[in-house]
T-cell receptor, first 116, second 109 residues
Framework: NAGVTQTPKFQVLKTGQSMTLQCAQD?????MSWYRQDPGMGLRLIHY???????DQGEVPNGYNVSRSTTEDFPLRLLSAAPSQTSVYFC???????????????FGEGSRLTVL | GQQLNQSPQSMFIQEGEDVSMNCTSS?????WLWYKQEPGEGPVLLIA?????ELTSNGRLTAQFGITRKDSFLNISASIPSDVGIYFC?????????FGTGTRLTIIP
């Protein structure tokens, strides 16, 4: 049972480049989310999804897009990377019924992104 | 957005000591949770609290959901080396989980 899998684990981008962080979970969780973690600021919610075809913005959505075409996958897209997006990104899922977030999140191992 | 103030920011303790940390919010939450993060990994859930005034234990860890629903506390008794890490509180409201800024625990040999 792999849980939540994120790829890549490390990535270096130049300003203006685009990329997609992949997230997949094999627990049949309807709720999935993306957080970024910066020193001294804890984890901040970027986007979340309560089920396939449904996404919504979190606290810091600007500069990021998401889609949810399947229950398993929830990719995060950076359309034009900026140095301010240098961070560690975590994908997480929750087992609540009907896509509710119980708060009991299962996290991936993180993707460390550096934008030069 | 909602703000969670977590304190202390860091703690340096000796093995065997007890640890206390807390989290306060300007808003009411329906659920409080505590997570632990080790280097290079994602946070892992330690304890979840669902009711104001609730006191819950998980081994040497004990957490409480404040009666005002605006705060929570985590205690670790008789610390051991594997307790090292960053501890995060989190509050759940309106389907969104808000995290505190973390308490970094270091154990001095």
């Amino acid at each position: 049972n792999a849980g939540v899998t994120q790829t890549p684990k490390f990535q270096v981008l130049k300003t203006g480049q685009s990329m997609t962080l992949q997230c997949a979970q094999d627990m049949n969780h309807e709720y999935m989310s993306w957080y970024r973690q910066d020193p001294g600021m804890g984890l901040r919610l970027i986007h979340y999804s309560v089920g396939a075809g449904i996404t919504d913005q979190g606290e810091v959505p600007n500069g990021y897009n998401v889609s949810r075409s399947t229950t398993e996958d929830f990719p995060l897209r950076l359309l034009s990377a900026a140095p301010s997006q240098t961070s560690v990104y975590f994908c997480a899922s929750s087992h609540g019924t009907s896509g509710t977030n119980t708060g009991e999140l299962f996290f991936g191992e993180g993707s460390r992104l550096t934008v030069l | 957005g909602q703000q969670l103030n977590q304190s202390p920011q860091s703690m340096f303790i000796q093995e065997g000591e007890d640890v206390s940390m807390n989290c306060t919010s300007s808003s009411i939450f329906n659920t409080w949770l505590w997570y632990k993060q080790e280097p290079g990994e994602g946070p892992v859930l330690l304890i979840a609290l669902y009711k104001a005034g609730e006191l819950t234990s998980n081994g040497r860890l004990t957490a409480q959901f404040g009666i005002t629903r605006k705060d929570s506390f985590l205690n670790i008794s008789a610390s051991i080396p594997s307790d090292v890490g960053i501890y995060f509180c989190a509050g759940l409201g309106n389907e969104k989980l808000t995290f505190g800024t973390g308490t970094r625990l270091t154990i001095i040999p």
